[in-house]
């Protein structure tokens, strides 16, 4: 507690002033927790001192509160492009970095407790900067890290807020800002020494090395690889569940489930329901093979029923003999962004809605994926497969254009593989048949892209399209040999071969 005042103290972050009339003072309390490494070790205790925010009124209190963060594919990407290039990847975290953020507001709190000064005991503080807990802290300190990159020549990326890049004739450097955590990476290494160093300067920094642990996701360097998995977190998953020592599966859904949203079966306690769905959600930022099951549960979180419980259960057995598999980005895998879209017609939604399946590849490696319900009925699998293209051709752009900016290398145009012929034909003529004439004008977007030669579209043989595994509950053999084909490897037998 000692150490979190002193470092408030050292901040400027208040100063003791008399409540002035008609403002209220923000209570604080002190928040302890025990931080832990991967494997589960005590590191240290720590105590915040937060303020109860959740008392401040909109535009009396605070203004703003969004702060940007990086998203999941973007820090996938990065982590891609710097082992094509065998580029190392460090961490820097900032301590205690919400109290750095300025606050444009008037805010007062009470004295924390346990450490009142007697001789001033009526008396607040009047915050200078920004505390934990406020509402408006993250936005603070965002604008205050933006203002501090900037200020070293870095340029904010248009496509993505939390990403900053910098670059000379003979050095790039990349970074990607997730709330206080900086994920750095470049060349040449000397770089990345000097900016840690000016941010040191600027802030206090822990410099936690090379990328090891971030959010969860444990992320393994060796020789210019770079391999992301989630063992750690899947272990929590089946502790929480009780399910530790489960027997395992061999496949997260039998092909023939069929699950629906029914009124009779025994209702299920449908707060457990939605915490183990959450949990499994964030466990799909390394897992595409649980992308399907996990996404099809999910539509189910309102009233869930003894039948979708029983799938949860059967997702979690096969996580379990499957918690050390991960995704590998290599060295020489190339630096093409290719992507797979595919759609199943008619499986498993009442309505007779299709489910869309994506997948990008940045080289040999997948970078996006994503499985969800089709918002408008198809009358025919053709037509499914046109409205999930065009879905993967919104992604494609985003990719595209995203990396030209992190590399600053030309746009190159996507190659998406479909495995339907007459969708294809339907996306290269500009033709409208009797049976396409009533399809949303919106997805003829994917036209548009391909005449301009923004994306190519080719054909590819169902036995190998790879997103086949996010938009159907496939058999086990099938679902294995996907598995291996999307590039999901066990990452524990890995480092012998």
């Given at each position: 507690m000692k150490v979190e005042l002193d470092s408030i103290n050292r901040?400027?972050?208040w100063e003791l002033t008399t409540l002035p009339k008609g403002h209220k003072a923000i209570g604080l309390k002190w928040v302890f927790k025990t931080k832990k490494d991967a494997n589960g070790n005590i590191i240290k205790h720590k105590a915040r001192l937060v303020a109860k925010g959740y008392i401040q009124q909109h535009g009396i209190d605070f203004e703003e509160v969004f702060a940007p963060v990086a998203r999941m594919e973007t820090i996938r990407l990065l982590l891609a492009i710097a082992a094509n290039n065998k580029w190392e990847v460090h961490h820097l975290d900032v301590k205690s970095a919400f109290l750095h953020g300025d606050l444009k507001e008037e805010v007062y709190v009470t004295q924390p407790e346990g450490f009142v000064k007697r001789q001033d005991n009526g008396k607040v503080y009047r915050l200078i900067k920004a505390l934990y807990g406020l509402r408006q802290a993250p936005r603070a300190w965002n604008i205050k890290l933006d203002n501090t990159l900037k200020s070293l020549d870095f340029k904010k990326c248009a496509l993505e807020q939390a990403i900053y890049t910098k670059t000379s004739k003979d050095s790039t450097l990349l970074i990607g800002v997730y709330v206080d955590d900086l994920i750095i990476t470049g060349t040449p290494k000397k770089e990345i020494d000097k900016f840690k160093a000016q941010m040191e300067e600027k802030f206090e920094m822990s410099d936690l090395g090379l990328l090891a642990y971030y959010l969860g996701i444990e992320v393994t360097q060796t020789e210019g690889d770079i391999s992301i998995r989630q063992s750690a977190?899947?272990?929590?998953?089946?502790?929480?569940a009780g399910m530790i020592d489960c027997?395992?599966?061999?496949?997260?859904?039998d092909p023939g489930t069929r699950l629906t949203k029914v009124t009779e079966g025994t209702m299920v306690n449908s707060t457990e329901y939605r915490s183990l769905i959450g949990c499994l959600r964030y466990l799909l930022h390394t897992r595409p093979d649980l992308s399907y099951s996990v996404g099809l549960l999910s539509r189910f979180m309102q009233e869930p029923r003894e039948q979708h419980m029983k799938?949860?259960?059967?997702v979690l057995r096969y996580v379990k003999g499957t918690k050390d598999y991960g995704i590998t980005y290599k060295h020489n895998g190339g630096n093409k962004i290719h992507g797979f879209s595919d759609s199943s017609y008619g499986v498993n939604t009442q309505e007779g809605k299709g489910t869309t399946g994506i997948i990008f590849y940045y080289g040999e490696s997948p970078i996006s994926w994503s499985t969800q319900k089709q918002a408008t009925v198809a009358l025919s699998s053709c037509e499914s497969e046109f409205i999930a293209a065009t879905a993967a051709a919104t992604q494609a752009l985003w990719l595209k254009r995203l990396?030209?900016?992190?590399?600053?290398s030309q746009e190159e145009k996507v190659t998406i593989q479909v495995d339907n012929k007459s969708a294809i034909a339907l996306m290269k003529n500009p033709v409208f048949h009797g049976r396409s004439k009533h399809i949303d004008t919106k997805y003829h977007f994917i036209r548009e892209c391909v005449e301009k030669e923004d994306i190519q579209v080719e054909f590819i043989n169902g036995e190998y399209q790879r997103a086949d595994i996010l938009t159907k509950a496939l058999p086990k053999i099938k679902f294995l040999t996907m598995r291996q084909l999307i590039g999901l490897k066990d990452l524990r037998h890995s480092v012998c071969d």
């Open positions: 901040n400027n972050t977190y899947a272990i929590k998953i089946l502790k929480e027997n395992e599966t061999l496949i997260p859904m799938a949860i259960r059967q990396l030209s900016k992190l590399t600053h």
